[in-house]
């Protein structure tokens, strides 16, 4: 059951820090955008008290037959037209510029949590910690984009939506006090926040309502975008019938929340709409009614016109604050919204805060909640920069708690290329998470270059929207590229080593611009890969399966180029035509596990060439077993016959 949002002290506390990001100082744009819109709320109250009399005293001079006095208040109202319409106009321009200054401000921050710190910062890299070692936010586009965009417009149109009527109630009120006189207003005030009582003890959590729809689009949204990552997946599977129950289950919880939602919804608008504009117009009728049949202390004897002028101005001025009161509590609703969006926002900026300080909530498997493993899990391990790559009884742990290597050590010198092996969940890939910044360590010490040091070639590499060019020197701009004294030709020579230069032709030419994924093939995906390897020349390659695409004798050109550039690389393949470029290996047994040893790669290739002899004997067995059987048999049978 997610938790009840509502507008209590906890919403202005949150509400309280996000301003302080959207509206940094008293000096800044959207404190000036404020102040403008607070300017311009004024001036509509003071043109709407203006109308307030002129209405009353059109109708006072039509009562009275003066037709010039007509005419002259009918051109005070037209005239007055052009300034009300000019801050009506103005009054929306500057609540929408107030919304997306206040999303601009939101958004920059959060961006600047979320994927801007320094890449070898302890605190970087949130936007793969969120997603992968903690589970309070399973969509962080939806809040990034979607949330933070209606959290600025509610916040921008509550200003307006509760400011305005608040002053026009209390501008209203004064000038009702003094036509009708206090007691009545005192009168009309008891009974208007009476009925107000009632109305918000039976207004539904809205806020709650709006979170909870949020969660609900943004899961619904979720997977449909996992449909669309992974179709060639669900197409060879023909997972179609299983993908669309799913997709029909999130969207039937939608429909559930917003049905339940509209009933409520329902229920409070006819309470609302019969509080506030049918019983309150109804006190404010009795109201203005006071003047006429009761004679009032301070107010003098008036005709008829004067009496019909009252009324009308008193109405109109009554109305008016009955709609101020209305938007008032209407403005509740909005304000419960607010808080629904508040505590969206406030949740993502809380959990990266806390990922940044590696506070973390992972759902854990059973396993961690053992003597031994819980205490891994609770230790903390040491990380010193280095030139090279040293583990000292360092566990591998995953995220949700799955411990498995309680210690491992293991040391790798610059050009000492490292081959890793074993079966899959044994922590090959963990170990490079570990290297590369992204996971935390638990216990032991490491030692390692900064992140920036290292580049990851996974099976399927990213490549990024952009150009051609954009594929090779990511994550570089084109700016950076020649900073670096590096040219389109120079890049051309790259492609030549990884056989790739016609591509560049095919595609028409370095400013391409494709969907990558789709227009190269899986090898020159890699090769792509390969080539922003050789751009970038770091001290460190990871190759997760890096080659298990590319041709055997193109692979060997890639390895001994990356290790002419002074490349260390740490491979993981079981490919034996590999071996020979490493001089160590890692070897994980899949049951917590491993050997650490020099890896003698003709002796390697040797054994393995005399078990696969062996192993090929060994499936002959069972066919010279059964025709040993064969012939045993016809021997008998010949035996028998003789006799």
Not at 507 to 533: F, H, P, T, Y
Request: hydrophobic share 45%; charged share 20%.
């Amino acid at each position: 059951m997610p938790p009840r949002v509502a507008v209590d002290a906890l919403f202005y506390q949150r509400l309280r820090v996000i301003l302080r990001i959207v509206i940094p100082s008293v000096r800044s744009k959207e404190a000036l955008l404020l102040v403008m819109h607070s300017s311009l709320l004024v001036l509509r109250t003071a043109i709407s008290l203006y109308v307030a009399a002129l209405d009353g005293k059109i109708v006072a001079s039509l009562v009275r037959g003066r037709s010039f006095e007509f005419l002259l208040n009918i051109i005070r109202w037209l005239l007055v037209a052009v300034p009300a319409t000019w801050t009506n106009s103005w009054l929306s321009f500057v609540q929408n510029k107030l919304a997306i200054a206040y999303r601009t401000r939101l958004t920059h921050e959060v961006l600047e949590q979320y994927i801007g710190e320094l890449p070898d910062s302890p605190e970087s890299k949130v936007y793969y910690k969120i997603s992968n070692l903690d589970d309070r936010i399973k969509n962080a586009d939806q809040l990034i984009t979607h949330d933070i965009q209606r959290f600025s417009a509610h916040l921008a149109g509550i200003y307006a939506n509760l400011a305005k009527p608040i002053l026009d109630v209390i501008l209203y009120n004064y000038q009702l006090s003094q036509n009708i006189g206090a007691e009545g207003l005192v009168l009309l005030t008891i009974l208007i926040q009476s009925s107000a009582a009632l109305l918000r003890a039976v207004t539904p959590s809205f806020g709650t309502y709006t979170s909870q729809s949020a969660a609900l689009a943004g899961s619904l949204r979720h997977a449909h975008s996992r449909l669309a990552e992974f179709a060639e997946e669900v197409a060879f599977f023909g997972g179609e019938d299983a993908e669309k129950e799913i997709l029909e289950k999130e969207y039937m919880n939608l429909v559930r929340h917003e049905e339940k939602v509209m009933a409520r919804r329902w229920w409070y608008g006819c309470a609302e709409e019969g509080i506030v504009k049918w019983l309150w117009g109804s006190f404010g009728l009795v109201v203005c009614a006071i003047p006429i049949f009761f004679r009032l202390p301070g107010l003098s004897v008036i005709d008829l016109g004067g009496r019909t002028e009252g009324f009308v101005t008193n109405r109109r001025l009554l109305l008016s604050s009955s709609d101020a009161m209305g938007r008032v509590m209407y403005s509740y609703k909005d304000l419960a919204e607010l808080a629904g969006y508040t505590a969206r926002v406030s949740l993502l900026l809380d959990t990266m805060s806390d990922v940044r300080k590696g506070k973390f909530e992972k759902r854990l498997v059973a396993s961690a909640l053992d003597g031994e493993n819980s205490g891994i899990l609770s230790g903390q391990g040491k990380i010193f920069e280095a030139e090279d790559i040293q583990f000292e009884d360092v566990p591998i742990v995953t995220p949700n708690g799955d411990v498995l290597l309680k210690s491992l050590t293991f040391s790798v010198k610059p050009g000492g290329h490292l081959l890793i092996v074993g079966p899959n969940g044994s922590g090959k890939s963990s170990l490079f998470r570990i290297l590369g910044g992204l996971w935390p360590v638990y216990g032991g010490t490491v030692r390692k270059p900064p992140a920036s040091d290292f580049i990851l070639i996974p099976q399927r590499p990213y490549l990024s929207l952009g150009t051609l060019r954009d594929q090779v020197i990511y994550p570089h701009s084109q700016e950076q590229m020649k900073a670096r004294g590096v040219s389109d030709a120079d890049l051309l020579a790259i492609l030549a080593v990884v056989g790739m230069t016609s591509v560049v032709e095919r595609e028409g030419g370095w400013e391409a611009n494709r969907e990558w994924r789709e227009a190269l093939s899986g090898g020159d995906q890699q090769k792509i890969a390969w080539a922003r390897l050789f751009y970038h020349q770091p001290k460190y390659a990871i190759l997760d399966e890096a080659t298990s695409l590319v041709p055997s004798d193109m692979e060997g050109k890639m390895m001994e180029h990356a290790t002419a550039l002074g490349i260390t690389l740490l491979t993981v393949s079981h490919r034996p035509s590999l071996w020979k470029y490493h001089s160590t290996i890692l070897q994980f047994d899949g049951q917590g596990g491993y050997v650490f040893t020099q890896l003698n790669a003709e002796k390697r290739l040797s054994l393995q060439e005399e078990k696969g002899r062996l192993q090929a004997k060994l499936l002959e067995v069972p066919k010279l077993k059964s025709r040993l059987a064969e012939l045993r048999s016809l021997a008998n049978l010949r035996r028998d016959t003789t006799q």
